[in-house]
């Protein structure tokens, strides 16, 4: 069952550090599927190390210039964006998720559907120092959008 937060609840990002239990990871899940549910890069960028590298399907960058000038780009294109995000597995300082998220294509107006996985490693602070993404993307009806 993939997790959904209600907006507005805090980041606690950094609050939760390493190593995880079931119930921290799952915590510390929700909690980025809420900050990145904001579309503010500059939410999300606090729960990342200053030199985060980040692999994004074939990108790769670090660090939080690059993290924020990158999440400008996706929400300028990926429109009435909503994810949901599922813990997978965890371990020590590390987490896997599975994904899914909707939006709705700028240059198109179609909407898609995105699955994906992501592997995360955390540093002592709790924050994000590696992201390894992989996703796949296919349109979709508005009527078959499952995420509101």
Do not use: C
């Not at 950094?14 to 890069?41: L, M, S, Y």
């Not at 294109?77 to 987490?95: D, R, V």
């Not at 899914?100 to 995105?114: N, S």
């Amino acid at each position: 069952m993939l997790l959904r937060l209600k907006t507005g609840v805090k980041n606690k990002m950094t609050v939760i550090k390493p190593p995880f239990t079931e119930e921290t990871a799952r915590t510390k899940v929700k909690a980025a599927q809420d900050a990145w549910n904001t579309r503010d890069p500059e939410v999300v960028v606090k729960g990342y190390s200053v030199d985060s590298k980040w692999r994004n399907r074939t990108e790769f960058f670090s660090g939080h210039d690059a993290i924020k000038k990158f999440l400008k780009r996706k929400w300028s294109k990926e429109l009435n964006y909503k994810l949901m995000k599922e813990l997978w597995a965890f371990s020590g300082n590390k987490i896997s998720v599975r994904f899914e998220y909707e939006w709705k294509d700028a240059d198109t107006g179609r909407w898609m559907r995105t699955h994906g996985n992501e592997h995360w490693e955390f540093n002592e602070d709790g924050l994000m120092q590696t992201r390894d993404m992989s996703a796949n993307d296919y349109p979709i009806d508005e009527s078959e959008r499952r995420i509101k």
